[in-house]
């Protein structure tokens, strides 16, 4: 209806998927990176969760269309089955030959095909993925029938990965008592939370865009009062703009004004609850037990609000490696000053990131959990919650089973359940700057950093050393965006903190790594 008055190609706010529309904010691109991920670990389960209109569909729909060519795909969208009709389901999707209709098969004769397949695929060099949507209304034997699907396995891997993807329920069901030794196979796990204030922006902004809108329905000064109103929920600011532009084609305006985009809110919002408020992830795994002999370790440690959601976690064992009580301390600035130590550079100051610059060092902050870590591949100072109580303590080791942490004197080996369970995936790190160091490189730009990057490029790439002072051309920026595609980041092209931090270290500049006694990643 209002498409012509606004000079619309289409309708920007429709809530029927429509790639066109596509848009990836940070969050979502982080979901995806933990999917992939989870696909070339070895097998397992993958869990993705999120609000009701978060977008998980959205990161589901990319993740199918970026599996490699040697992945078999199986999809489910409606859950609510019995066990004996999952594995119908599974057959039929993965193309399994069952014996004519009519003959009674029972559901060992269903896992028995199944088995077959897996092993038939796994000679063939095929890996075969399942993902069920909706995951949340599974029921608790539907999914102890998945965990027994993963176990089969040969020496290098499981040969079936099922990727789970629900609302925050999932997670709490995967914290009963009965699935624990299901949420132990999690390697992977993310909850998708709500775009930001900016994101909302660009995300109201970019569905215009590929609408054809010439100008701008909606001025940039809305774009708090639509975050607010919307909570960054997607699929509630698209409810919220389609009905503003309505109510602006009726009272005749160019715009939309906060008038109309708050009557607009109280008509599709009306009697609805607010979105509930974003969870701490509930991890599973046999590590509950483990409250009650790690909480002496907290009793000093002050209160304070949980942080961010995203998690990722490596395969938990059933038996600690070591010490079941992680080492931790209260005060970050301290935790930070040991981590600079092992840069070989001692911080003076309360203020641990400030005093960093001045010796060519940066702090960075991260809150993508162990994936996140693995990918830097750097020691880091980590956060770790018991209830409200919040602690801290250098993550100075990381392989398949445990990680290695300390705080003060105290040096701890610690299981990954045990870790994974306090760990809220929040971190900060060191990286060593170039000269002249700029937050972020566009095209055209020249100087000593850009000279920096040319270099190391060319470096890595065996290539003639570049001329100094060459502006960032589109030849080098193609180089760079091959090695951020290659090396697992944003190929963008621009040059930023990560992208600086994997130079260094393949490039031979001297900085301490996290996985360099492990097995993984190498």
Not at 71 to 93: G, H, K, T
Not at 354 to 381: I, S, T
Request: aromatic share 6%; glycine share 8%; charged share 20%.
């Amino acid at each position: 209806m209002y498409n012509h008055y606004f000079h619309l190609k289409g309708a920007p706010f429709s809530i029927a998927p429509d790639p066109r529309y596509l848009f990836m904010s940070e969050r979502h691109r982080e979901a995806l990176a933990h999917l992939l991920y989870g696909i070339g670990s070895g097998g397992g389960f993958v869990l993705l969760t999120g609000e009701i209109g978060a977008g998980k569909t959205t990161v589901c729909r990319c993740f199918i269309e970026q599996i490699p060519d040697n992945c078999r795909l199986a999809y489910i969208f409606n859950p609510r089955l019995s066990v004996e009709e999952l594995l119908l389901s599974v057959c039929d999707e993965l193309r399994i030959e069952l014996p004519p209709a009519g003959t009674p098969l029972g559901l060992k004769g269903y896992v028995d095909a199944i088995n077959r397949y897996l092993l038939e695929s796994h000679a063939q060099g095929l890996n075969n993925v399942l993902v069920i949507d909706e995951a949340q209304n599974l029921s608790a034997e539907v999914l102890e029938q998945l965990r027994l699907l993963t176990n089969l396995e040969t020496s290098e891997r499981k040969l079936l990965q099922i990727i789970l993807i629900g609302q925050p329920e999932l997670r709490t069901m995967l914290a009963r008592p009965e699935l624990e030794q299901l949420a132990q196979r999690v390697i992977a796990r993310y909850h998708l939370g709500p775009l930001s204030e900016g994101e909302t922006g660009a995300y109201v902004a970019h569905r215009l865009a590929v609408a054809g809108a010439g100008g701008s329905p909606f001025p940039p000064s809305l774009t708090p009062l639509i975050h607010a109103l919307t909570h960054g929920v997607p699929r509630r600011i698209n409810l919220l703009c389609d009905r503003a532009l309505l109510g602006a084609y009726v009272e005749n305006s160019p715009q939309v004004t906060r008038t109309i985009l708050k009557k607009a809110a109280s008509e599709v919002f009306a009697g609805e609850p607010s979105p509930r408020s974003l969870r701490l992830p509930l991890v599973a795994g046999g590590v509950l037990a483990l409250a009650a002999v790690s909480a002496a370790a907290w009793q000093a440690i002050p209160a304070r609000t949980p942080g961010p959601t995203a998690v990722a976690s490596a395969p938990a064992k059933a038996a600690p490696v070591a010490s079941a009580v992680p080492p931790v301390q209260a005060d970050e600035a301290n935790a930070l000053r040991e981590l600079a130590a092992l840069w070989g550079q001692p911080l003076v100051g309360d203020k641990p990131c400030e005093a960093a610059l001045r010796l060519d060092l940066r702090c960075h902050q991260g809150r993508g959990g162990l994936y996140e870590l693995r990918l830097l591949d750097r020691p880091a100072v980590v956060t770790l919650h018991d209830g409200p109580r919040t602690g801290y303590a250098i993550l100075s080791a990381l392989d398949a089973d445990s990680v290695t942490l300390s705080a003060g004197a105290r040096r701890e080996k610690i299981d990954l359940a045990t870790f994974v369970a306090r760990f809220g995936g929040e971190f900060t790190t060191f990286w060593r700057m170039p000269k002249a160091f700029r937050d972020e490189l566009a095209a055209g730009d020249r100087g000593p950093d850009v000279d920096w990057v040319a270099g190391r490029l060319a470096q890595i790439n065996k290539a003639p050393a570049p001329k100094p002072e060459r502006p960032l051309d589109a030849a080098t920026r193609e180089s760079l965006q091959r090695f951020q595609a290659a090396q697992n980041l944003k190929a963008d092209g621009l040059a930023g903190p990560r992208t600086y931090m994997r130079l260094n270290q393949l490039s031979g500049v001297p900085e301490p790594r996290l996985l360099a006694q492990a097995a993984i990643g190498k």
